[in-house]
């Protein structure tokens, strides 16, 4: 996507070729920063700390861990080492053990010399596969734009809610739930994404309305108590988020948050739809209230807000009284009851185990 008419995409090897480079994106929305990662201890803490986030991205990042590892030790034991160090980074996002168990399939039968060159190898593919899949939803999605804009007035905008941050920052390029949007924005229709603010981490005030508005993309940011009201005055005309895990049955799991949009948009008939890659499917489990381990990250991202103040200073501020007690659960899950459709690489899919599984038959047959 662009940044100021330039091409960039969130994560890439540097021009040396074998160390990584990527967007910090803890800086954004009020610096752009690119920080370059020597080691696999540098990935785990990129992704630990939310330099790198969201489920497509924190995998490919993962990937080129994997690499890094394996230039500094090519040994079987090493790798395992890279595997269970880099998989207890993030613990909700499913995209995280399916990268590294794509990086292990592959290095695992090789003698320790070729496995460099077979990691940098893999990583790119995974990247690159990213990018593919995204432009997929992203064709997918558009229709059902297109449907809507249909029924629409000249000039009438398209209005879109989104919630967190499922945007090319998320992953290698293009983004999730954003792809349809670009394309339909690109395409000339009239799009305006109401993008929810997301708190504790703000990612849609920071992220998602950084890389709108540099794309050019007609947005508004709102608090997250905000769409219900939307919904209620018409004024929203589909929802479209993302995803770090999506069950066997078609549960979601999201950025808290999401489970509270859907209950709105069901209660006012508004579509509710979630774009996800299949590498996000998890056909080992069902249930995804029950099942889904759901990160409690540190309550100082509750308690402080950082901005830009008025004379250009960075800064980060306690917004809670001190000594009051603050939890953070980082996600929460969406029933597939309340899912209206999964938007995927390969169509539109109904939320619901027998679609899931006839439409990536190759991976559903293994669990």
Known sequence: MKVDGRHFRSIWLEPDGWSVGAIDQRRLPHEFIVARMASAADITEAIRSMLVRGAPLIGATAAYGVALAMRADASGAALDRAYAVLLAARPTAINLKWALEQMVRVLRPLAPSERVAAAYRRAAEICEQDVAINQEIGRHGLALIERIAATRKPGEPINILTHCNAGWLATVDWGTATAPIYLAHDRGLNVHVWVDETRPRNQGASLTAWELGHHGVPHTVIPDNTGGHLMQHRMVDLVIVGTDRV?????????????????????????????????????????????????????????????????????????????????????????????????????????????????????????
């Open 247 to 367: 069950t066997a049955n078609g549960d979601v799991c999201n950025k808290i948050g999401t489970y509270l949009k859907a209950l709105a948009a069901h209660d006012n008939g508004i579509p509710f739809y979630v774009a996800l890659p299949s590498p996000t499917i998890d056909f080992t489990i069902d249930d995804g209230i029950t099942q889904i381990p759901i990160e409690q990250r540190s309550g100082d991202e509750v308690a402080t807000l950082t901005g830009r103040t008025a004379d250009g200073r960075v800064e980060t501020v306690r917004v809670v009284p001190d000594g009051s007690p603050t939890a953070n659960y980082a996600f929460d899950v969406t029933p597939a009851r309340l899912v209206t459709g999964l938007i995927t690489e390969r169509g539109l899919l109904r939320p619901e185990r027998a679609a899931l599984a006839s439409a990536f038959l190759e991976r559903s047959a293994s669990h």
